[in-house]
Nanobody, 120 residues
Framework: VQLMESGGGWVQAGGSLRLSCSASGSIASIDAMGWYRQGPENERELVARLVGDNTADYADFVKGRFTISRDNAKNTVYLQMNNLKPEDTADYYC???????????????WGQGTQVTVSS
């Protein structure tokens, strides 16, 4: 599966952006789809993910501000980001993880990332 992010850009604090992650194949059966971010001089960290039966899991620092969703018909995962803060400035990456019983292996895929800059 190839993943391509879009929707990043520059926004003032308090503003909103919606990131999209388009997959080259079907995401309907993928075990987990999520968003990670990596800011300057920081390690990559989980922002939000959808697992199993579409259960959403959020990092504490985005709870109440960000919403993750998926549209299986469009093979796309979204991240709606509201009330953005300067500390949300980072490169945002789409991630897919899928367990293969046949291979006894968890496959993991990453997009190239999209940059989000929030000015104060």
């Amino acid at each position: 599966v190839q993943l391509m992010e879009s929707g990043g850009g520059w926004v003032q604090a308090g503003g909103s952006l919606r990131l999209s992650c388009s997959a080259s194949g079907s995401i309907a059966s993928i075990d987990a789809m999520g968003w990670y971010r990596q800011g300057p001089e920081n390690e990559r960290e989980l922002v939000a993910r959808l697992v199993g039966d579409n259960t959403a899991d959020y990092a504490d620092f985005v709870k109440g501000r960000f919403t993750i969703s998926r549209d299986n018909a469009k093979n796309t995962v979204y991240l709606q980001m509201n009330n953005l803060k300067p500390e949300d400035t980072a490169d945002y990456y789409c991630n897919a993880r899928d367990w293969s019983d046949a291979d006894d292996y968890e496959y993991e895929f990453w997009g190239q990332g999209t940059q989000v800059t929030v000015s104060s």
